[in-house]
């Protein structure tokens, strides 16, 4: 179970994660996060620095040609060296220009150079900003840790999908997107450069001859019956050679009973081929598709 999970943040409602904690948690997981998985160095703190500075800069600028504007727009500068410091340091070097952009914006408020405030207003202002900066600097954290998982669950998917010489394809019919695993177009005979970008590209590499079968297999048995489907056919490689592979695949139907998304895994069935010889004893000849 996850540090969000546990921390009671994000609750599986419905079958989707909801926010549901409070501000304590937030912080205790952003306090958490900082001592257990953020190393920061120097010069992720001295960009950090760096930002404020520039920030401050802007400000003070403004501040000479305008001072009306300045008194309203000092905290957007700094909101964006939130952004821009979270973006690229991450979590620690955005809390860190968070504090340091919140005394800036306190000492440019009137009374200006000094971090007196004269009036509520503008106590509340900066207790907005405050909050606003934790929660882009939460926000962002989150985002870098999902996408670490991301990439962690894809290497996984690679190995497996190496060790057990199994491709997959995912085709959505309604915008004509086409994604294939890694490995695909090796058990497919042709390069990565070379291989198909589109379904139609891809439903021509099956050998003529079985087609026709395929596509029964697929559309008519598996979308019409909503199940899933498995094949053996032929598929012409690169090199003009003929390859035997077996197929497993599922059609998605929308409200409107028509297909609207293809997924499907290839192995290999050709002969020695232990797991393509235990396939195809349970499927019989191109002549009907097999329903899983």
Known sequence: MSRWSESG?????????AFVGGVEDAISVIVDAMRQEIRPTITQLAWS???????WGAT???Y???RPLQQHGVIVFFIAAIVVASWWGGLVPSMFTVALSSLTVAWLMPPIHSLRIASQEDVVRLVLFIGLGLFISYMHYARHRAERSLQETDRRLHVCLDSSDIACWDVNV????FWKSHNLPEIFGRSQSEFATTYEGFFAYIHPEDREFFHLASVVVGGANHRDYKISHRIICGDGSVRKVSTRGRMYIDSDGRVERMVGAVFHSDPGNKQGDLFQSTVPPPATAVEG
């Open 9 to 17: 943040i994000f609750r599986n409602i419905g079958g989707q994660s």
């Open 49 to 55: 620095l760096a930002v404020v500075v520039v920030a």
């Open 60 to 62: 003070e600028i403004l």
């Open 64 to 66: 000479r040609v305008d």
């Open 174 to 177: 309604k915008n004509g997107t």
